[in-house]
Nanobody
Framework: VQLVESGGGLVQPGGSLRLSCAAS????????MTWVRQAPGKGLECVSQ????????YYADSVKGRFTISRDNAKNTLYLQMNSLTHEDTALYYC????????WGGGYDYWGQGTQVTVSS
């Protein structure tokens, strides 16, 4: 099982980025998947979660209305579209496979290596 994130980078406040998470070794349509981030000096924060079919999505209050999670099961890839970025969004972003379907922050069995998002002018 492998998860590989990409798409991070340096962006100005108000800008946008789209993160991708390519999965291999398993079929993402069978699992809930979550984006988790860790800001400098802070703990892990669940950002967004999506069901196996993509029909159900969940967001942290801090990103609701600005971020959109999606998945392309044909490509076995998870996405996070991030708009209206602020300095508070600066973090290392990970995609993770949920241990417990539908449980927010309920634990993960596989993680990617992370992709850095830095919001700065």
């Amino acid at each position: 099982v492998q998860l590989v994130e990409s798409g991070g980078g340096l962006v100005q406040p108000g800008g946008s980025l789209r993160l991708s998470c390519a999965a291999s070794g398993f079929t993402i349509s069978s699992y809930y998947m979550t984006w988790v981030r860790q800001a400098p000096g802070k703990g892990l924060e669940c950002v967004s979660q999506i069901s196996g079919t993509g029909a159900s999505t969940y967001y942290a209050d801090s990103v609701k209305g600005r971020f959109t999670i999606s998945r392309d099961n044909a490509k076995n890839t998870l996405y996070l579209q991030m708009n209206s970025l602020t300095h508070e969004d600066t973090a290392l972003y990970y995609c993770a496979r949920d241990l417990n379907a539908g449980s927010w922050g309920g634990g993960y069995d596989y993680w990617g290596q992370g992709t850095q998002v830095t919001v700065s002018s």
